[in-house]
């Protein structure tokens, strides 16, 4: 049993399980627009989540520790490394106008982790975007929509259609809501300066924003040129499972329900819909 929950810790602390909803995320969209799946583009989104996300919570923790690291920290070092030599690989095989839209990203993502802009926006000595107050959970939306939605289209060249930008909204939407029993659980463990939304505004007011979050994700589909039966019967369930989800949320919750099981919604969202076609 403890090999086990070692096992997944490690998955869970090595970002594979988070990299995982993205990549679902992403090949649901090839899924949607009825493109052919392009194992370039998901495996690059895989490998550059993986690396991004221990970027951001690691590099100070290797950048004071370095001479004493623990074991699982170098042990997710070496493994953020190989993901990094595929990142890499997978570059090389991507359209050129999807790399600029990439670098774009990359940028944003070296800025959420390293203090670079001026003191003076921050409330906090750390001088990155995830300190400026109230951003964190905007920041992280918008790159999940913008991956998961424009990059896996632009690397097919298919248009940017209102359809795809429709559904880069409700991805945006759909991502906010699924990181508010995240904001939940560190209510206690945040700094009041970062002002996240159930800081500012509570816990019961955030589980209300999350229903009228989860609420507009769905309505959003009933304004799309094309829409699907098995779509739409799909987009009902993983509202409903989604809203339980963060109605259930609270400060104390068990340590796998945000970081495996909620986190897991976009993985099951692409099995439903594997499973209908």
Known sequence: MRVLKTILDFYINSSIHVALAVYALSWLTLLQFDIAYDEHILYFIFFSTITGYNFIKYFGLAKFHHRSLAGWLKAIQVFSLFSFIALVYYVFKLEKQTLVYVSLFGVMTFLYAIPLVPKKIFLDKQQNLRSISGLKIYIIALVWAGVTVFLPL??????????VVLTAIQRFLFVMAL???????????????LSTIPQRIGILMTKLLGSVLLILFFILEFFKDEMNEDLLLIHIIITIVTLVMVLFARENQNK???AFWVESLPIWWLVLLLMLR
């Open 179 to 193: 990181m508010l029993p995240f904001e939940i659980r560190d209510l206690v463990y945040d700094s009041l300066k």
């Open 154 to 163: 632009l690397n097919n060249k298919y248009p940017i259609s209102c359809d």
């Open 256 to 258: 796998y329900y945000s």
